[in-house]
């Protein structure tokens, strides 16, 4: 190798949740790591909910400092078309998401990881030594620039810029989400989730508290035009109406919206290639029915420096070799197939029925067990037997799997 490329055993494409972990992880395992990032700061512009369960947190074994937390929350409370609330108990946290991302990948940097910020991977060329496939030469803007690497993960988020450069997986289906921050929201600390249809086409509205009586108030939707103008109608038809929306304290200027895209075509078929493992948004891992994806991507980082480690050791980068990190996030993660079709399941309902169905549920859907659900399934057979036939069971089982355990938040 010439001495104007610079090399290391792991390249991480990407510092959000996912990468600022993966480098973590493979410093932590002693790789010579270097983690890159497109923008001049981590964690900017913002384009998240903020909130992650304190079930996500004990699961990465994860002790959040003081400043990344912006407020402790009691669960998710979902509000059904005609008002009706139904809470999801479990204790977690609204985050400052960028200060969090931040945190992450300075305990990389100093766990040993090199952090190149301003610098964009645009290209990927396998690099062979004697016939066997040996790391990656990659290019792009910034520079360290050419850089050898033995693995690539990529955790570039919805651009999956590594899968797409290699033609490695076809484009997945996203959903638009924006949100405002407002002040002097009232909260009693839930993070309110409202299912409202006529709003959100397949998606939702949230009210996720934060410190100081600031709240994201937001929505994820199918309906990609109307997002923006469907958030402003639902904020001037609710008790949101007339609070002040703030510049957040990451943006300097501009417009007070912010967002992004969130995957929804469920996990790639191909996670892993010769010496690249996807992680997070770019490998498709987001929970179906509230599309929270921090907690995959944290752990799905985990995994792929388990699978690297072991690889490098063994000399083996081969795509076989890194097939275990395929079975590793298969065994841990929840069926996305069958959550898919709870939630498909839920949105052929229309408002009324959905309001019914609600009706049918206890107040505290967290802990329903199995006496719990026949009771609800006798409620509905009384109030709405023809609900039956439109697979409500599914639509209803779509909340238990969003549930912290379950990787929902
Ligand atoms: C509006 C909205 C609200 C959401 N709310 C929540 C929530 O409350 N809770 C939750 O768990 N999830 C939420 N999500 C989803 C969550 O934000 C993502 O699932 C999560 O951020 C995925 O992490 P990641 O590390 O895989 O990708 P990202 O966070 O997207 O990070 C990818 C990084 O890669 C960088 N990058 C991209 N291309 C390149 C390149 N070519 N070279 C170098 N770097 C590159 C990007 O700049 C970025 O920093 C929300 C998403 C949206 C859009």
Same mark, same amino acid.
Request: aromatic share 8%.
């Given at each position: 190798?010439?001495?104007?490329?610079?090399?290391?055993?792991?390249?991480?494409?990407?510092?959000?949740?996912?990468?600022?972990?993966?480098?973590?992880?493979?410093?932590?395992?002693?790789?010579?790591?270097?983690?890159?990032?497109?923008?001049?700061?981590?964690?900017?512009?913002?384009?998240?909910?903020?909130?992650?369960?304190?079930?996500?947190?004990?699961?990465?074994?994860?002790?959040?400092?003081?400043?990344?937390?912006?407020?402790?929350?009691?669960?998710?409370?979902?509000?059904?078309?005609?008002?009706?609330?139904?809470?999801?108990?479990?204790?977690?946290?609204?985050?400052?998401?960028?200060?969090?991302?931040?945190?992450?990948?300075?305990?990389?940097?100093?766990?040993?990881?090199?952090?190149?910020?301003?610098?964009?991977?645009?290209?990927?060329?396998?690099?062979?030594?004697?016939?066997?496939?040996?790391?990656?030469?990659?290019?792009?803007?910034?520079?360290?620039?050419?850089?050898?690497?033995?693995?690539?993960?990529?955790?570039?988020?919805?651009?999956?810029?590594?899968?797409?450069?290699?033609?490695?997986?076809?484009?997945?289906?996203?959903?638009?989400?924006?949100?405002?921050?407002?002040?002097?929201?009232?909260?009693?600390?839930?993070?309110?989730?409202?299912?409202?249809?006529?709003?959100?086409?397949?998606?939702?509205?949230?009210?996720?508290?934060?410190?100081?009586?600031?709240?994201?108030?937001?929505?994820?939707?199918?309906?990609?035009?109307?997002? @923006?103008?469907?958030?402003?109608?639902?904020?001037?038809?609710?008790?949101?109406?007339?609070?002040?929306?703030?510049?957040?304290?990451? @943006?300097?200027?501009?417009?007070?919206?912010?967002?992004?895209?969130?995957?929804?075509?469920?996990?790639?078929?191909?996670?892993?290639?010769?010496?690249?493992?996807?992680?997070?948004?770019?490998?498709?891992?987001?929970?179906?029915?509230?599309?929270?994806?921090?907690?995959?991507?944290?752990?799905?980082?985990?995994?792929?420096?388990?699978?690297?480690?072991?690889?490098?050791?063994?000399?083996?980068?081969?795509?076989?070799?890194?097939?275990?990190?395929?079975?590793?996030?298969?065994?841990?993660?929840?069926?996305?197939?069958?959550?898919?079709?709870?939630?498909?399941?839920?949105?052929?309902?229309?408002?009324?029925?959905?309001?019914?169905?609600?009706?049918?549920?206890?107040?505290?859907?967290?802990?329903?067990?199995?006496?719990?659900?026949?009771?609800?399934?006798?409620?509905?057979?009384?109030?709405?037997?023809?609900?039956?036939?439109?697979?409500?069971?599914?639509?209803?089982?779509?909340?238990?799997?969003?549930?912290?355990?379950?990787?929902?938040?």
């Amino acid at each position: 190798m010439d001495d104007t490329v610079t090399s290391c055993d792991v390249l991480v494409v990407g510092a959000g949740p996912g990468g600022g972990n993966a480098a973590l992880q493979c410093a932590r395992l002693g790789l010579n790591t270097i983690l890159i990032e497109d923008h001049h700061e981590i964690g900017t512009p913002v384009h998240c909910g903020e909130c992650i369960s304190d079930v996500a947190c004990q699961n990465l074994g994860l002790t959040l400092p003081e400043h990344v937390i912006s407020k402790e929350v009691k669960g998710i409370r979902v509000i059904f078309p005609d008002g009706t609330e139904k809470c999801l108990s479990e204790h977690g946290y609204v985050l400052e998401k960028h200060l969090f991302e931040q945190w992450i990948a300075e305990s990389a940097v100093s766990e040993g990881a090199k952090l190149s910020l301003g610098h964009k991977i645009t290209g990927m060329e396998k690099v062979y030594l004697e016939g066997k496939f040996s790391g990656w030469r990659c290019e792009g803007k910034g520079e360290e620039f050419p850089i050898f690497t033995k693995v690539v993960i990529d955790a570039s988020g919805v651009a999956s810029v590594c899968s797409r450069l290699l033609n490695l997986n076809p484009r997945g289906k996203v959903v638009a989400g924006m949100q405002y921050e407002l002040e002097g929201v009232p909260t009693d600390g839930y993070l309110d989730f409202y299912i409202w249809p006529s709003y959100a086409e397949k998606g939702y509205l949230w009210m996720i508290p934060k410190c100081d009586g600031r709240a994201n108030i937001g929505l994820v939707t199918e309906d990609k035009p109307r997002t @923006k103008k469907a958030l402003d109608e639902f904020i001037e038809n609710t008790h949101f109406k007339g609070l002040n929306q703030n510049l957040p304290a990451w @943006k300097k200027k501009g417009n007070p919206a912010f967002g992004g895209t969130i995957p929804i075509s469920g996990p790639h078929e191909n996670t892993h290639s010769d010496g690249l493992l996807l992680v997070g948004d770019a490998a498709g891992f987001t929970s179906p029915l509230f599309e929270g994806g921090s907690h995959l991507a944290l752990k799905s980082a985990v995994f792929a420096a388990q699978t690297a480690a072991e690889a490098i050791s063994d000399n083996d980068l081969s795509a076989k070799k890194l097939s275990k990190y395929a079975s590793l996030w298969k065994d841990e993660f929840p069926p996305y197939d069958k959550i898919l079709k709870g939630k498909n399941a839920l949105f052929d309902l229309t408002d009324e029925e959905m309001s019914i169905m609600a009706r049918c549920l206890p107040d505290e859907m967290s802990e329903m067990g199995i006496s719990g659900k026949a009771m609800v399934g006798v409620r509905l057979l009384f109030k709405s037997p023809s609900l039956y036939a439109k697979n409500i069971i599914r639509a209803m089982l779509a909340f238990g799997y969003s549930r912290a355990k379950y990787y929902g938040w």
